[in-house]
């Protein structure tokens, strides 16, 4: 028989065993999702192409519409003393895919200037369907002397888009911002 | 129960005294008699239900008509979750380890508890902690307002009454944690020679299975609550999404402790209430050996259904599909108790006192709350009834008439031995009928409600809810009454030793080791171990 020091010791130890498990518990769900995909929990996640092995995967966008590829080119005007150029001047891209390119910007007058980038399209039907969810042109800036930027356009071109346009130019200017042109 | 307890032992156990049981104060705080400290256990929970009763009762106040008319949603939610966290943790539980404190060293012939002061600390720790529970209605924020269940990730946005509730729950925990180590102890170690466990009257048994439990799921609790404490407070993002935790996480472990502990609440009751049938009945239990292999199939199953809570959380069917079979499964050892129970009253020479009305209505009405448990199960019925009045509805009648109604079978069965008392029979019918009808006037049209779409935790509902939850309303008020009148008229009496003196076998069909001492109990009792008959339930010198 034991004592009753011995049996509490023991009952002791299976409630610090218990309170241990409590925690165990996160790592072993974890590793039980990974195992079967139980995590997985939409049709759409669980047949996507990039599955692991069938089961647990990262969600596929399915907006992509892949079937078509529009060219779409970059343009800048440079309406004054400062350098203002695409890093990329053309990109073939899917409508729904989610694309960043960026801009060049130099300031090389002597005084701080405020500007702002004003976009245009072509063909013009193409405006109502290019989505950019970050844009520089969103923004006045006021730079310094000198200052460089390199600036995001981050887009996506909406799949409704009608199926002539192949190609889109997207044009910025700079323009002064207060300034007489 | 002062009458029991100031008559300290005379005659036979005048020696057990030795000259220096403390008095006054010192009795009740340096309390080492588990007699003692069951009583304060019973007193503690007592107050808590009636903390909790008028929690329930402004809920049904705000309920009654349709419209916001008493208290605002978030003072509500408050009243929700504190009711729940109240009830369960304040009255439910410290309730069963009362009676376990109180009856368990009787029954088996045992002079106290294993471990007197570890007793002593677990019941005082339950008075922070219950204040610290209360007194958060009064912490910026008010009190925690996240559910009785304490969701992720509501509770990691709100204000400081949750870590206040956190506590309290790790306060509760490590109490309950120690008074079931000390009841396996004293089962274990501390028998009378000749009671063998499978001898052990059924509370004991009971008890015993509930106590592996309560050290089995409470440091589980702990564990989830830490990481809530710590998600708030240390940066962890355990239950945090943006940290890459998952909120349902937090419904796993919780429910991984939450399904053992509705049967850490009912198994008790089960005990009581296979006492009190034979006793009334005139016969042994029926399948007594059957009534505890039951009792630990239910223990052991209620490991492997907890997700059926959690249905609507996105489990795959294979998942909702073997939740719902092992959670169908646990109705066959719950059936074979009932079976046992009808089978033991079958032929019995009944008669109706306090007790057997409770012990019956307990097993009508618990078995009402059981069916609604097994239509839960289903998954398909469950994902349109989840978190709705039909889950209300099924939780209070196994909670209210499955627990409590043990308890009140058991208070009237032991508070003759208690305090020496007996209760006026006429007034203990009033109450059961009392109970019974106020209890069904509230609690059976929230079935209605829930099948038509009432949800839970709303502080307002649609029109068409309105007839149903009125008379929820008025039902809810008689029921609290009940217990007003219980407590004054019922309990007050007997405590202050008004009334007949009660033999020291009251019961004429009643069996087992308590009712070998005196009414009341002395202070001290099988000092030295008895000597027991063949059956292990009576005293043969």
């Given at each position: 028989m034991q004592t009753n020091f011995q049996l509490m010791r023991k009952l002791l130890m299976v409630s610090l065993g218990m309170f241990a498990f409590g925690y165990m518990l996160v790592p072993m769900y974890e590793a039980f999702c990974l195992w079967t995909g139980s995590n997985v929990l939409s049709l759409s996640e669980r047949e996507s192409k990039n599955s692991m092995n069938g089961r647990a995967s990262m969600p596929l966008n399915t907006q992509v519409d892949t079937s078509r590829t529009i060219s779409v080119e970059f343009d800048t005007n440079v309406r004054g003393p400062w350098h203002f150029s695409p890093m990329t001047r053309s990109l073939n891209v899917h409508p729904g895919e989610l694309v960043t390119v960026m801009f060049e910007f130099e300031n090389i007058q002597n005084r701080t200037m405020s500007a702002q980038a004003i976009p245009s399209y072509a063909p013009q039907q193409a405006a109502a369907h290019f989505n950019k969810i970050e844009c520089f042109c969103f923004n006045q800036y006021t730079l310094a002397p000198g200052e460089k930027k390199l600036w995001p356009v981050t887009f996506y071109i909406n799949p409704k888009m009608s199926k002539d346009v192949k190609t889109i130019t997207l044009s910025y200017t700079f323009f002064e911002v207060g300034a007489s042109v | 129960m002062s009458a029991v307890l100031d008559t300290h032992g005379h005659g036979d156990h005048a020696h057990d005294d030795h000259g220096h049981a403390p008095s006054g104060w010192k009795r009740w705080v340096y309390a080492t008699n588990h007699k003692d400290i069951g009583t304060l256990y019973l007193l503690f929970s007592f107050t808590m239900l009636m903390i909790g009763g008028v929690l329930a009762l402004l809920i049904r106040a705000e309920l009654f008509q349709p419209g916001l008319q008493l208290v605002n949603p978030e003072l509500f939610n408050q009243f929700t979750t504190m009711h729940g966290l109240i009830m369960v943790f304040g009255a439910i539980m410290p309730a069963f380890v009362g009676f376990a404190n109180?009856?368990?060293?009787?029954?088996?012939?045992?002079?106290?508890?294993?471990?007197?002061?570890?007793?002593?600390?677990?019941?005082?720790?339950?008075?922070?902690?219950?204040?610290?529970?209360?007194?958060?209605?009064?912490?910026?924020?008010?009190?925690?307002?996240?559910?009785?269940?304490?969701?992720?990730?509501?509770?990691?946005?709100?204000?400081?009454?949750?870590?206040?509730?956190?506590?309290a729950m790790h306060i509760l925990g490590a109490s309950s944690i120690m008074g079931s180590i000390n009841i396996i102890v004293t089962i274990l170690n501390m028998r009378a020679p000749g009671m063998t466990l499978m001898k052990m009257p059924?509370?004991?048994?009971?008890?015993?299975?509930?106590a592996y439990l309560l050290i089995a799921v409470m440091p589980v609790l702990a564990g989830a609550i830490t990481m809530t404490l710590t998600d708030r407070h240390f940066g962890t993002s355990f239950f945090n999404p943006a940290g890459g935790g998952d909120p349902v996480m937090y419904q796993h472990i919780f429910w991984f402790f939450g399904h053992p502990e509705v049967y850490?609440?009912?198994?008790?009751?089960?005990?009581?209430?296979?006492?009190?049938?034979?006793?009334?009945?005139?016969?042994?239990?029926?399948?007594?050996?059957?009534?505890?292999?039951?009792?630990?199939?239910?223990?052991?199953?209620?490991?492997?259904?907890?997700?059926?809570?959690?249905?609507?959380?996105?489990?795959?069917?294979?998942?909702?599909?073997?939740?719902?079979?092992?959670?169908?499964?646990?109705?066959?050892?719950?059936?074979?108790?009932?079976?046992?129970?009808?089978?033991?009253?079958?032929?019995?020479?009944?008669?109706?006192?306090?007790?057997?009305?409770?012990?019956?209505?307990?097993?009508?009405?618990?078995?009402?709350?059981?069916?609604?448990?097994?239509?839960?199960?289903?998954?398909?019925?469950?994902?349109?009834?989840?978190?709705?009045?039909?889950?209300?509805?099924?939780?209070?009648?196994?909670?209210?008439?499955?627990?409590?109604?043990?308890?009140?079978?058991?208070?009237y069965y032991w508070m003759p031995k208690w305090t020496g008392v007996m209760y006026k029979e006429s007034r203990g019918k009033l109450h059961f009928w009392w109970t019974l009808i106020a209890f069904n006037v509230t609690f059976f049209p929230m079935h209605f409600l829930g099948l038509a779409g009432m949800p839970r935790r709303y502080a307002d509902y649609p029109m068409q809810f309105a007839d149903f939850n009125a008379i929820a309303s008025v039902g809810a008020f008689f029921f609290g009454f009940a217990q007003v009148y219980f407590f004054f008229f019922i309990v007050l009496p007997c405590m202050l030793g008004k009334g007949e003196k009660a033999a020291q076998q009251p019961w004429e069909g009643a069996e087992g080791l308590e009712w070998e001492v005196p009414s009341p109990a002395p202070h001290h009792t099988y000092e030295t171990p008895p000597k027991l008959n063949a059956d292990a339930n009576k005293v043969i010198g």
């Open positions: - | 109180w009856m368990i060293p009787l029954q088996i012939g045992a002079s106290d508890m294993a471990f007197a002061r570890m007793n002593n600390f677990s019941f005082w720790l339950m008075i922070p902690a219950g204040l610290m529970l209360a007194g958060s209605f009064f912490m910026p924020g008010g009190a925690p307002a996240a559910g009785w269940t304490l969701y992720a990730p509501l509770t990691l946005q709100m204000g400081p009454s949750m870590d206040a509730g956190i506590f059924m509370f004991a048994w009971t008890w015993r299975i509930t850490i609440m009912i198994l008790p009751a089960f005990g009581i209430v296979s006492q009190i049938i034979p006793a009334f009945a005139r016969k042994k239990l029926f399948g007594y050996s059957s009534m505890v292999y039951a009792t630990a199939s239910i223990a052991i199953l209620s490991f492997i259904v907890w997700a059926h809570h959690m249905y609507t959380t996105g489990m795959p069917v294979t998942g909702q599909l073997f939740f719902m079979y092992a959670t169908m499964l646990i109705s066959v050892p719950t059936g074979v108790k009932v079976f046992n129970w009808v089978a033991t009253m079958w032929r019995g020479s009944m008669t109706f006192e306090t007790p057997m009305l409770f012990a019956v209505g307990f097993i009508f009405v618990f078995t009402m709350g059981g069916f609604t448990g097994l239509i839960l199960s289903m998954a398909p019925i469950d994902l349109q009834l989840q978190d709705g009045y039909y889950v209300v509805a099924h939780f209070h009648y196994v909670l209210v008439a499955g627990s409590l109604f043990a308890m009140f079978a058991g208070a």
